[in-house]
């Protein structure tokens, strides 16, 4: 029974990233950040992505800031930003943060403050977005992790049980 909950873990994140994949939120830069994942450092994941985010916030914050105060016309630095912004999202294959990045510099480099307001709404709604999804993934995949290395008193009498019925083979 336990085993099933670990497969139906396993097929929750299954499904998950392939929505994930299918909307072109993450791209197979993502699938490349889980392949350096191994026993050795198995929060590497997470560990990277939660370093993302809080950089994110920060040129988040950042990109606001500029945007929120009137006399602004600082449009170099926003791109310096939205370089940075960029980069970090192609690095964990956050596809679509990136392509907004891409849109917004765009505005930024034509001076169109109306359109880097339009493409900071965008760019905080995919970061939230982004961000729920893959704390939901994270969730699911420490679940998995704990169901597999967990037995139940009943789970390691049925497993010592099945050790003793097969035949030694020397």
Do not use: W
């Not at 990109?63 to 964990?92: C, P």
Request: charged share 20%; aromatic share 8%; net charge neutral.
């Amino acid at each position: 029974m336990l085993g099933l909950s670990v497969e139906r873990l396993r097929a929750d994140m299954n499904r998950l990233l392939a929505l994930l994949f299918h909307q072109g939120v993450l791209d197979e830069q993502f699938l490349q950040l889980q392949q350096l994942q191994d026993e050795s450092s198995p929060n590497f994941v997470s560990e990277v992505v939660n370093i993302y985010f809080h950089e994110s916030e920060k040129l988040l914050r950042n990109l606001r800031a500029l945007l929120v105060d009137k006399e602004f016309s600082d449009y170099k630095k926003m791109g310096t930003h939205l370089n940075q912004f960029m980069g970090s999202s192609s690095s964990i294959g956050a596809q679509r943060i990136r392509n907004v990045c891409v849109a917004f510099r765009a505005a930024s480099d034509q001076n169109n403050r109306a359109g880097c307001i339009r493409a900071l709404e965008l760019l905080e709604y995919e970061y939230c977005y982004l961000k729920n999804k893959l704390h939901e993934l994270f969730q699911i995949e420490q679940q998995r992790i704990l169901a597999a290395t967990v037995r139940y008193p009943m789970q390691q009498q049925h497993h010592q049980q099945q050790q003793q019925q097969q035949p030694n083979n020397p």
